[in-house]
């Protein structure tokens, strides 16, 4: 899990320097002491995948998830991010 969080992080980071901008100033952080949850999913012809990202105040990630689902309806792939 660390070295994906390794990754991911990284990815963030060369993505803002080609922008020039900094992720954390266009991100809504939680409260102190809170954990902020975010969500998508991606519906193709025959599959859909969800993921789950959790940050804290600072923008550390906290946890993520993945999950493949072998549905392609839209309200079905909304649904199970839920």
Known sequence: MA??????????NAI???????RLERWNP?????????VDAVVRTSFT???A???DE???IVGM?????????LALGEAAQS
Do not use: R
């Open 49 to 51: 995948v969800s993921a």
């Open 3 to 12: 070295t994906v969080k390794s990754k991911y992080q990284e990815m963030l």
């Open 58 to 60: 600072t923008g550390t």
């Open 30 to 38: 939680p409260l102190p002491g809170w954990i902020k949850l975010n």
């Open 65 to 73: 998830l993945t999950e493949k689902w072998n549905f392609s309806d």
């Open 53 to 55: 990202i959790t940050h």
């Open 16 to 22: 803002d320097v080609q922008l020039g901008v900094n």
